[in-house]
């Protein structure tokens, strides 16, 4: 080991860290695992610096995880021991706007925020957008094809992404830093980087294609009585103002109950529903948008569809609406240990889901606390189960419960947060055993010594 270590201090320098001179932060990801420091540290600047080390790794065998903003939650960034950590926190920086073409050129490590601003101050709208805005990176956004709110209007990190920079396992650079929405020129092997979880090459540039501002956004919370009726206004909304829907997130019973009844926030409605929906839409600057708006709302109220709505009438109202959605990011100050489920479900199914949970998690947890929450429109809910004095064993019998109903109402076991380490064993409930063998040979072919981020995903 010290031979790639010499290796890597003589063709990188001060880039490569040791020992107590690697910082904390680099120990572990957001994902709960048990902090592990790396054999070294390396914080790049530049692509050749990062080929350079990756070159040297390929050449002695030598396994790297790769870091952006270390806020992933399936352990796809936590070191192993012995692992060497390449973190890209210093590839970072807005290259080029092109005002043009709408697209945005950015470093790997550029915080999803910072591009956020810069698409802003641009005039446009980066449609990449998750709760780890301040501390995730693009690179790792499109390494892990990163979901969030506004997946219904502006889809994952893929749908955003127009071109890519990647270093291979051996050093080798492959750029098309392309900007184009049409370019058929072969096959696009960008695609194969996006969502791969850097197993098969590190992201060092993007292209996003950046999207206009909405204008007149418009957000209310409504109050109906299954997620039967949600997908009828859903639908209903749909139909009536065609893509202008940004947000349609799901909130259960029991995340309402959490959110007013420990986190301390004020009842959303006077009286309980089964499910509270956070709708937002642009509409437009034109007053009518606003007024179009309302009265869809009130017609879904004649309808019977919702039992109650408001509609905030002001950015504090709009962030008083929000403030339920992100109770879970305060759930460590209130509720014991937590196992978060990021999973999608046949929206034809969801009710099913729920009812199942509803009915099973007493059962064997009587004292658990569990939300069901997410953005519904993409099939995506979150689950979360928070049980005092957890062991291994209960760990796994959760995740038991959660895999197998997800699994037989043919969902997936991961919606926008990856595979990682965590969710590995379970990857053969989403998918074949031909899937599983096709990717073991992309695998193969583009990281022949295995050195790339080795046992996640596969």
């Known amino acids: 080991m010290s031979n790639v270590i010499e290796a890597l201090a003589a063709a990188l320098g001060t880039q ?16 709960g695992l048990q902090p592990t420091q790396p054999l070294a540290l390396i914080l790049p600047q530049t692509t050749e610096d990062i080929a350079a080390a990756l070159k040297i790794c390929h050449q002695h065998r030598h396994p790297v995880v790769t870091q952006g903003g270390l806020t992933g939650l399936a352990g796809g960034a936590h070191p192993e021991t012995g692992e060497i950590a390449l973190s890209l926190e210093r590839m970072n920086g807005i290259e080029e706007i092109d005002q043009a073409s709408a697209t945005l050129t950015a470093l790997a490590g550029t915080p999803l925020a910072t ?19 301040g501390s995730c990176t693009i690179g790792g956004n499109i390494a892990t094809n990163a979901g969030g709110n506004q997946v219904v209007r502006y889809g994952m990190a893929r749908r955003n992404t127009l071109g890519l920079e990647v270093v291979l396992a051996d050093g080798t650079v492959i750029r098309s830093l392309n900007k184009m929405l049409k370019n058929n020129a072969g096959y696009d092997w960008t695609q194969l980087f996006i969502g791969s979880e ?50 349609f997130e799901a909130m259960w019973r029991e995340f309402m109950t959490v959110a007013t009844g420990i986190c301390g926030l004020p009842a959303a409605f006077e009286a309980e529903h089964d499910v509270t929906l956070l709708i937002e839409a642009d509409m437009g600057e034109d007053p009518a948008g606003t007024e179009a708006f309302s009265l869809l709302l009130g017609e879904f109220y004649e309808q019977n569809l919702i039992k109650d709505a408001v509609v905030a009438q002001s950015r504090a109202g709009r962030n008083r609406f929000w403030a339920y959605r992100e109770t879970p990011y305060e759930y460590g100050r209130f ?26 998690m007493p059962r064997h947890w009587p004292d658990a606390v569990y939300v069901v929450f997410g953005h519904v429109a993409d099939s995506n809910i979150h689950i979360n189960v928070a049980i005092r004095d957890m062991d291994d064993g209960i760990k796994k019998g959760v995740q038991k419960l ?37 990717m073991a040979k992309m695998k193969q072919m583009l990281d022949p010594e295995g050195i790339l981020n080795p046992g996640r995903v596969l």
């Open 16 to 31: 490569v860290r040791t020992g107590s001179d690697i910082p904390s932060r680099n120990h572990a990801d957001a994902s």
């Open 115 to 133: 591009i956020q601003q810069a698409a802003d101050e641009a005039g446009f709208l980066c449609g990449i957008d998750l709760g780890a805005r």
């Open 198 to 247: 850097g197993t098969l090459g590190v992201i060092t540039r993007v292209v996003i294609g950046l999207h206009p501002k909405p204008q007149g956004i418009q957000t209310a919370l409504c109050a109906v009585s299954s997620f039967d009726d949600a997908l009828v206004v859903l639908r209903k909304f749909q139909q009536a103002h065609p893509g202008r829907l940004l947000v």
């Open 335 to 360: 509720l014991p240990e937590e196992i978060r489920f990021d999973v999608s479900v046949p929206l034809n199914r969801m009710t099913e889901a729920v009812e199942h949970l509803r009915q099973e």
């Open 402 to 438: 959660v895999y197998d109903l997800v699994s037989g109402l043919g969902g997936s076991i991961s919606a926008e947060h990856g595979i990682g380490r965590i969710k590995r064993p379970y990857l053969p409930l989403s998918r074949t055993e031909p899937e599983r063998e096709l």
